[in-house]
C-alpha cells in the first residue's frame, strides 16, 4: 500500500513539474532555469505547508514523499547548475544555487507559519 500511496502521488508531481516546465518554454523566453527555480520554491512552500500540519503517515506518504518528490527536482538543479558553470556563467550560477538554497528554507519556514 505505502509503494501505491507513494508511486501514485509522485505520478502526479512529476506531471505537474513537466506541464509547469513546458509552459516555461513555451512562454518564458530565459536561459536561465527559471522554470525548475519556481517549481522548486513552489515545492518548498508547499513543503512547509505540509510538515506544519499534523498529517498521518498515509498523507505523508502520498503528499510529502510522492506529490512533492515527484514535483521537485534535485537532479535537474544540478544539471541546470552544471551547465550554467560550464558556459562561465558564474553570476547565474552563483545567483540559481543561493536562491535555490535560501530561498527555499524561507519558503518551508513560511509555510510552516501559516
Excluded at 500500500?1 to 506531471?15: E, Q
Excluded at 498515509?58 to 547548475?81: K, P
Aim: charged letters at 5%.
Amino acid at each position: 500500500m505505502n509503494l501505491l500511496l507513494v508511486g501514485s502521488g509522485a505520478m502526479i508531481g512529476a506531471t505537474l513539474r513537466f506541464g509547469i516546465s513546458n509552459l516555461f518554454k513555451r512562454f518564458v523566453l530565459v536561459t536561465f532555469p527559471l522554470a525548475t527555480l519556481t517549481i522548486n520554491l513552489i515545492g518548498c512552500f508547499l513543503m512547509g505547508l505540509l510538515l506544519a500540519q499534523l498529517v498521518n503517515d498515509t498523507h505523508w506518504l502520498l503528499l510529502g514523499v510522492g506529490v512533492l518528490g515527484g514535483f521537485t527536482t534535485f537532479s535537474t538543479f544540478m544539471n541546470e547548475a552544471a551547465m550554467l558553470l560550464k558556459s562561465s556563467r558564474l553570476l547565474s550560477l552563483i545567483t540559481y544555487v543561493l536562491v535555490s538554497y535560501l530561498g527555499g528554507l524561507v519558503l518551508v519556514w513560511l509555510g510552516m507559519q501559516l
